[in-house]
Structure formats: structure tokens, C-alpha cells
């Protein structure tokens, strides 16, 4: 009789051939890429198909759109923020404006064109409008309603997808599919993690591709080029402008024009405080003069009325222009007086406007920089360095404005919580640099301060004295406190400190010095000039200074 065979070795080899099963399917499913989509309207953060996604330059905004009729409408306030400040919404008038050098356009929310939706508390406006009158790149797309906006081209890596991919939501084969790319599509490359690649797809999704499956551009693949539809005239010349503001706050005061000049070298520009805004109604309080401006003419100099808004003036700036009817009436009257004394310019100084006023005060600078250049005039308009008034939309001023002028100063003011220098000369860099990144630098004017400020700090007092100086009145604070000052390169300028026993006084000086390592600034940045607030308060030096750079 044969001998059964053990049962053993079988199920040794069964249980073997199982585990090796099982660690297949193990190993499958450890490295195994998932193909789970993403729900879209989750990706994006909408609630439901009333809502709509906004991707702007790369970004997934947190602020939606909505739709309505089969159509997506932004909100205003997100527009102006994010993709084109040259809308202006017109509370006085109740409509949606749009300057443009041909003509201004409007929509109103009952004029049946669907442009424009007003609830009660927002303005909505059509995204397809966007689409036909802005000067940004805007794609439309649905199942979800999204807008995709690209307003910045520069500085953008991109690449080209090599073959059939997916995009997903994190680095990762386990990540959850947010949509697909074929070859030849370019996506812009946001930066690079290990194996796997952050890239924005033209259709709105920001994720996740492996970098193998992608081959970088040598030159960016996006650009653009503006319609000539958004490109506003200008008049300015070639000529480096070397300006000085005049002081004048009464008509008697145009007298001492010639005082004032008599000592300057290579100034070619000069900026009287002529004109404020007398009332609500947009009326213009001036002081100019005819004769004033044929004397300037006679000397060689160009006269840029100034606009201004920080003399005691009695009404809100930004709420004048909040009105169409006092915004007319004001560029009328400036004309007028600029057509009747012969001006070359106006010079605009608008110091008050708010954020939330900004809008209006744009959309005045549009409409008067329109007018002004149909007659020739050269427009200017003055603005503190960006880190204090980053909402004056520089780069939106530069389209129609002729020259940016940067208040390269008051670093440290009268209600400073600490002491220190007018305008040290990291300031004033970083007020030019911030510029630049939104002008360019043939359109920006650096403005100088003529004068410096002396500290005193009192021993039981908390609060310093405080004084502006002008460079005669400088020389006369160091001799009365015993104080002789030494350089002081990080700063650029002159600084010196004294102490007697009752209180300490320091003072940076503004003087030859310190006015070349400005000029050293302007010329680094290759800028079309120099604005000096203000001339009286300066010494002779000062314009040997100036005139060896600008001249030399």
C-alpha cells in the first residue's frame, strides 16, 4: 500500500503563494498612484452653483463672484483691488464709469444690459464686460463658474507638458486629481518641491505635477502686449526736471518770486501752492498770477501750478470728488486759470485721501489728465513713498499722469513716536524702489527735502521737542546746543548730539552731503529728476550740488 504524501509542503506552498498575493496587492496599492478627483466646487470653496471662483495671477481668491442668468458678475470693490482699478463706480451719478483716452463709457444697473447688478449693498459687475474693456488677460469658464485673470506677466516661469498628465491637489501619487494636461499645454511654474512640481493651469487649478513631465520654457510663454485702446497721451519732454516747490499762501506772496529764484542753479521747473479747493461744490481758491508766470518764462523756468489740500483747507477732499458735477467744476477752473496765465502744468498734491476714497480720487486724476494734455499741459502728481500710501495705485496714476513724484521724506515727523532723521537715505531708496516696482523710472521725480529737523529731549519729559530747520536755521541749533556732527553712512547724512544736563539734542542735518547721496540715488535709478520742497530754505552749496550732477 502507498504511503500518503504529508499534507504540509501543499499548504506551506498555498500559504506562500498567497503571501506573495497579498504583498503584491500591498505593494500595488503603497505605490500605486489614486485617480480620485477632487470635487471642484469643494476645491474652489463654493457653496453652490450660484457661486463663482476667482483665480487671479495664480491665486484662488477667497472673494467670489456670483451668477445670475448664466452669467458671472464680480464684485466691484474685488475688481478695483485685484484686476483693474480704471473702473469707477459713480455714486452721485449711479453708474459704472470707464475712461479711456477715446471716451468715457457707462452702465447703469436699470439700463437693461445685464452689465451691471446693484443689491442693495454691492455692486456686481458682468465679467463678460471685463472681458471686452480691460486691458488684463480674463478667461471665462463653467462646471464650476470660475473668471481666471492674469494682470502680471513679468518675472513668471513656465513650462510645457511633456505628455499626458494629471494635476494634483498636493504633491503626492496619493493626492486627489484636480484635472488633466496634455502635451503642449503651458503652465506657469510656481516653485518646486522635491520630485513633484506647484503649477497654475491656464484653465484656474493650482497644483501638483511630477517634474519629469515637464520641460521649462527659456522664455516665459505668457506675455502681453496692450491695446492701444488703454494707452493714454502724454506730453512730457526728455529733459532731466529739476523743481522747486514755492510756498505761497496769500497772492501777495507771488512778489518774492524773484527772491526766491535768484540764487538756484540748473532748476528748471518751479511749482507755486497756487490752488485749493474752496467748497464742496468743486469751486477753486487761487492765488495765481500772469505776471508771476512771464517772470518765471523770462528766467528760463516752467511754472507747475500746484494743486494742494493740507493748508487749512475747510472741506474733504475725497468727498468733493466723490462728486461728478464738483470733479468738472474743478478741472474747468484749473484750465481756465491755466489758460489765462500761461501755465506749463499742473503739479497735484492730494494728501487726505483715504483708502476708501482712493476711487474717486483716481478717477478725477483720469478725467483731469485727459483735459490737461489736450492743451498741453504737463501733469505731475506728488505721492509719500508707498509704505504710506500703497493705495494710491501708483502704476494705475502712471498710465495718464506724466510724472510720479515721490515725497522722498518726512521719515520722522513732529508726531514720530521716536526720534530720528527726516529722510535717511535707506528711506528714500526703498521709497524709490517700492516706485519702481509700479512706475517706471523715466516717469518718477524724487522729491528732496530742504530742510532737517532738531530734537529735544528734555530730562522728566517723555515727549521730545521737535523743530523742521531749514539749513541757515540747522547751523544756528548746533552752535546754541555746542553740537559738531560727524558722518554718518547709514543714515547718509550728517548727524551730531549734545547734552547739557538738562536735555540732550540731536539733529541729521540736510546739506551738501546729504543732497549727494540723494543725487547718487536718483542717478543709480536712472529717474527722470529731482522735486525740492521748498525753495527759501536751502543754502547756496545746495545748488553748486545739484548743479554738478544734473549738469555734469
Known amino acids: ?29 503603497i505605490f500605486s498612484s489614486t485617480g480620485k478627483r477632487m470635487n471642484p466646487y469643494s476645491y474652489y470653496g463654493l457653496q453652490d452653483s450660484d457661486e463663482a471662483a ?14 445670475r442668468d448664466g452669467h458671472i458678475y ?27 483716452p477715446q471716451e468715457t463709457y457707462t452702465w447703469s444697473p ?58 494634483r491637489y498636493r504633491g503626492g501619487r496619493k493626492s486627489e486629481v484636480l484635472t488633466e494636461a496634455v502635451p503642449g499645454d503651458t503652465v506657469v511654474l510656481l516653485d518646486t518641491v522635491d520630485e513633484w512640481s506647484h503649477v497654475s493651469t491656464a484653465d484656474g487649478y493650482v497644483g501638483y505635477v511630477k517634474s519629469d513631465q515637464l520641460k521649462e520654457d527659456q522664455e516665459p510663454a505668457l506675455t502681453h502686449e496692450t491695446d492701444p485702446r488703454f494707452i493714454f497721451p502724454k506730453v512730457k519732454g526728455e529733459e532731466t526736471i529739476v523743481m522747486g516747490w ?16 535768484a540764487g538756484t542753479k540748473a532748476m528748471n521747473t518751479i511749482s507755486p501752492t497756487w490752488f485749493s479747493i474752496a467748497d464742496l461744490a468743486g469751486n477753486l481758491e487761487s492765488y495765481a498770477s500772469a505776471e508771476y508766470v512771464t517772470t518765471a518764462h523770462q528766467a528760463g523756468l516752467k511754472v507747475w501750478g500746484m494743486l494742494g489740500d493740507v493748508g487749512g483747507q475747510s472741506v474733504r477732499t475725497g468727498e468733493v470728488l466723490a462728486a461728478a458735477a464738483a470733479r468738472s467744476n474743478l478741472i474747468t477752473q484749473l484750465l481756465q486759470v491755466a489758460a489765462e496765465t500761461g501755465l506749463d502744468g499742473i503739479n497735484v498734491d492730494l494728501e487726505t485721501i483715504t483708502e476708501a476714497e482712493a476711487p474717486s480720487y483716481l478717477q ?12 498741453g499741459l504737463v501733469i505731475s502728481v506728488d505721492n509719500f513713498v508707498p509704505t504710506y500710501t500703497w493705495y494710491y495705485r501708483r502704476r494705475e496714476q502712471a498710465k495718464f499722469a506724466d510724472y510720479i513724484v515721490i515725497m522722498g521724506y518726512d521719515e520722522h515727523t513732529a508726531s514720530s513716536d521716536e526720534i530720528g532723521s527726516v529722510a535717511s537715505i535707506s528711506f528714500v531708496e526703498k521709497g524709490i524702489t517700492d516706485t519702481l516696482r509700479e512706475v517706471d523710472s523715466s516717469s518718477v521725480i524724487n522729491g528732496v527735502p530742504f530742510y532737517g529737523r532738531c530734537w529735544v529731549e528734555r530730562y522728566g519729559s517723555t515727549v521730545p521737542d521737535t523743530q523742521a530747520l531749514g539749513m541757515e536755521a540747522q547751523k544756528q541749533f548746533m552752535a546754541e546746543h555746542g553740537i559738531t556732527p560727524e558722518w554718518d553712512a547709514s543714515v547718509g547724512q550728517n548727524v ?23 543725487l547718487e540715488m536718483m542717478e543709480k535709478y536712472d529717474l527722470a529728476g529731482m522735486a525740492c520742497w521748498r525753495l527759501g530754505l536751502e543754502n547756496a552749496e545746495i545748488w553748486d550740488v545739484i548743479a554738478a550732477a544734473v549738469q555734469g
Not at 54 to 67: A, P, R, S
Not at 364 to 375: D, G, M, N, S, V
Open 1 to 29: 500500500m502507498k504511503k500518503k504524501g504529508s499534507v504540509l509542503p501543499v499548504v506551506l506552498c498555498a500559504a506562500a503563494i498567497i503571501g506573495i498575493g497579498g504583498a503584491g496587492v500591498i505593494g500595488f496599492s
Open 54 to 67: 476667482l483665480i487671479v495671477n495664480d491665486t484662488i481668491l477667497e472673494e467670489k463672484g456670483i451668477t
Open 74 to 100: 464680480l464684485n466691484y470693490k474685488t475688481i478695483w483691488d485685484y484686476i483693474d482699478c480704471g473702473y469707477y463706480w459713480d455714486a452721485s451719478l449711479g453708474q459704472l464709469l470707464l475712461t479711456l
Open 110 to 167: 436699470e439700463d437693461g444690459s445685464g452689465a451691471v447688478l446693484n443689491d442693495g449693498e454691492n455692486i456686481w459687475i458682468n465679467a463678460e464686460l471685463l472681458l471686452e474693456n480691460s486691458d488684463v488677460d480674463i478667461t471665462i469658464l463653467e462646471d464650476p463658474g470660475r473668471v481666471v485673470v492674469r494682470t502680471k506677466w513679468q518675472e513668471l516661469s513656465t513650462c510645457t507638458v511633456l505628455k499626458n498628465t494629471q494635476i
Open 246 to 261: 514755492h510756498y505761497i499762501d496769500s497772492p501777495a506772496n507771488n512778489q518774492y518770486l524773484a527772491d526766491r529764484i
Open 364 to 375: 478725477f486724476l483720469k478725467e483731469l489728465c485727459l483735459e490737461a494734455h489736450e492743451r
Open 496 to 518: 551730531g548730539r549734545s547734552d547739557d544736563g538738562t536735555a540732550r539734542y540731536s539733529i541729521w542735518l540736510e546739506d551738501g552731503e546729504s543732497m549727494r547721496a540723494r
